[in-house]
C-alpha cells in the first residue's frame, strides 16, 4: 500500500457546504475519498488530452439487418487491432446486435476507433467509456 500523506485545505463555507451536499447524494462516506476521485479524474483527462494510455469499453447496438455494416464494423476494428483486446458480440433480438469492443492504448487512437464505428449508417448508439491503467 502506497504512503497516505495528509494536507489541510482552507476553503469557502459556501464552496465546502455544496460539496458536502453533493457527495453525501453520491454516497460518499468521506471528503477524503470524494476528492481522491476527483483528482483521479482530472489525472485521466489529462492522460487523454496529452495523448497517454488509457483502458475503455466501446459499446454499441446496431442494426443486424445491414450486411455491408457488419463487414465495415469488422474491416475498421481489424485496422485498429492492436487496440483491442477482446469483442463481446450479443444478439440482443431479431434487429439488434450489442457489441462490447474492450480496448488499451493510446487514448486519441481509442477515440479515433470510436468515432469511425460510430459514424457508420446502421449503428443506432455508441458509447466510449475510459478509465486509467493504473
Ligand atoms: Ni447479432
Redesign the pocket.
Known amino acids: 500500500m502506497s504512503d497516505l500523506y495528509r494536507f489541510g485545505i482552507s476553503l469557502d463555507k459556501d464552496l465546502i457546504e455544496a460539496f458536502d451536499r453533493h457527495i453525501k447524494t453520491q454516497g460518499y462516506q468521506s471528503r477524503s475519498e470524494a476528492l481522491r476521485d476527483l483528482i483521479r479524474e482530472e489525472l485521466l483527462r489529462k492522460t487523454r488530452e496529452e495523448g497517454g494510455t488509457v483502458a475503455g469499453a466501446i459499446v454499441m447496438t446496431y442494426d443486424?439487418h445491414k450486411r455491408e455494416l457488419v463487414n465495415r464494423l469488422l474491416d475498421i476494428q481489424h485496422d485498429f487491432h492492436d487496440l483491442i483486446i477482446s469483442t463481446q458480440?450479443?444478439?440482443l433480438d431479431h434487429g439488434n446486435?450489442l457489441e462490447v469492443i474492450a480496448v488499451k492504448g493510446s487514448a486519441p487512437k481509442i477515440e479515433k476507433l470510436a468515432t469511425n464505428l460510430k459514424v457508420l449508417v446502421g449503428v443506432k448508439h455508441l458509447n466510449l467509456s475510459v478509465t486509467a491503467t493504473d
Do not use: D, P
Open positions: 443486424h458480440h450479443v444478439h446486435c
